[in-house]
């Protein structure tokens, strides 16, 4: 892919990845990549600024988006579990209310926090004192 190309193709990833985790709110996609608002995110779409790697690894840390601005013929074919409930995908996602693509909806931040939680709820279900006290104390 030559330069002009792959600038194209990024632009168009970044604008998918937009409507895929912030349902095309350029601003709330910002303070997810822990900046203060959309207008960097806006620059990168007019091809005013670039779309650095280092913007590229941050969108790709989020669940479910890793491989996302690989070229389609590098990119992974595998089943997005977050475009479908992942007991359709055929995972082992116990939860039938709760999707992962609504949990990829959540910012890093709001993501430890479940785990923390559920990870004390868990111990508590199960009995186990000594690794409840020890999430909590690794959650703060």
């Not at 650095?52 to 790709?60: F, N, V, Y």
């Not at 939680?117 to 199960?126: C, F, G, P, S």
């Amino acid at each position: 892919m030559n330069e002009i190309n792959m600038t194209e193709y990024r632009i168009q990833r970044l604008k998918d990845a937009i409507d895929h985790i912030s349902k095309g709110n350029k601003s709330d996609f910002g303070r997810k990549l822990d900046m203060r608002d959309g207008a960097f995110i806006r620059q990168m779409l007019a091809g005013t600024r670039p779309i650095t790697e280092k913007t590229i690894r941050s969108i790709e840390a989020f669940h479910g988006m890793e491989d996302w601005f690989a070229p389609p013929s590098k990119q992974k074919q595998k089943v997005s579990a977050t475009n479908k409930n992942a007991q359709e995908a055929g995972t082992d996602w116990p939860f039938k209310r709760l999707s992962l693509e609504r949990l990829s909806q959540l910012d890093k931040d709001c993501l430890k926090v479940v785990e923390n939680r559920l990870i004390d709820l868990v111990d508590v279900l199960l009995g186990d004192q000594s690794s409840q006290s020890a999430a909590s104390k690794s959650s703060k």
